[in-house]
């Protein structure tokens, strides 16, 4: 089997991506399919550090009569969920994983310690953010970018439900939509593309973090990207 090219990587897994077909809540297959994935690439001695959406259940931006602040918590609780399934389905499978959260619920999760985080995946367990950032008005995306630069991971993997990649517009309305094969961050500015929120965008490029953007429909893709396989969009620092 070919080596993997990185070695640790931060997955972003929205939370539609753990909904399946329903578009909503949390499938249990599609997660241990998810879960086989990770656990495959774990055995390629990969560190792997995953921040999970809470979308399925909440969007806190989408909430026009609620607080946003208050909605935005909400999105938070939504990732814990989310996190502990995904951490259930992992270890019931033989993957040892740790959740943490960025706002303290000792009870069932670890709060976020960056060194406790780096030294989990020196030791070879997998390690779920869950709470995004713990601030309002920043997305779980931002969230992946700052605990990728926390860390020092070699590459993002962004998952996306839907969608294999980056196109110059929206391929479920455009047909003649153009997919990428790579950009540089500042063309996702300066093109308005809906990859990353621009303080994500903004948060890999100052700091030089590449970025993969594939579908996670074929789940097998997450283990094929880290194999160096040419799957999705390629984003990179001008």
Not at 47 to 58: L, M, Q, S, Y
Not at 178 to 201: E, H, P, Q, R, W
């Amino acid at each position: 089997m070919a080596e993997p090219i990185y070695k640790r990587v931060v997955l972003k897994l929205s939370g539609e991506a753990l909904s399946g077909d329903k578009g909503y809540g949390i499938d249990i297959n599609t997660i241990y399919r998810i879960a086989e994935q990770v656990k495959k690439l774990h055995s390629l001695n990969v560190e792997i550090a995953i921040v999970v959406g809470g979308g399925n259940f909440w969007r806190g931006r989408d909430a026009k009569k609620i607080d946003r602040t208050t909605s935005d918590y909400m999105g938070m609780l939504g990732t814990v969920i989310n996190a502990l399934a995904l951490q259930d389905s992992l270890e019931k499978i033989g993957v040892t994983t740790r959740v943490q959260t960025a706002i303290e619920m000792r009870q069932i999760a670890e709060p976020y310690i960056r060194r406790r985080a780096i030294r989990h995946l020196e030791k070879g367990r997998v390690v779920i953010f869950a709470a995004g950032s713990g601030n309002p008005y920043f997305s779980t995306d931002t969230t992946a970018a700052l605990r990728a630069a926390e860390i020092e991971a070699d590459v993002i993997l962004l998952a996306k439900k839907g969608v294999d990649g980056v196109y110059d517009s929206d391929p479920h309305i455009n047909s003649t939509a153009k997919k990428f094969d790579s950009l540089n961050y500042i063309d996702i500015l300066n093109m308005g593309l809906g990859v990353m929120d621009s303080t994500a965008t903004s948060l890999c490029m100052d700091n030089k973090i590449p970025l993969i953007v594939f579908g996670i429909d074929e789940p097998s893709n997450i283990v094929d990207v880290v194999l160096g396989k040419k799957i999705g969009t390629y984003v990179k620092e001008g």
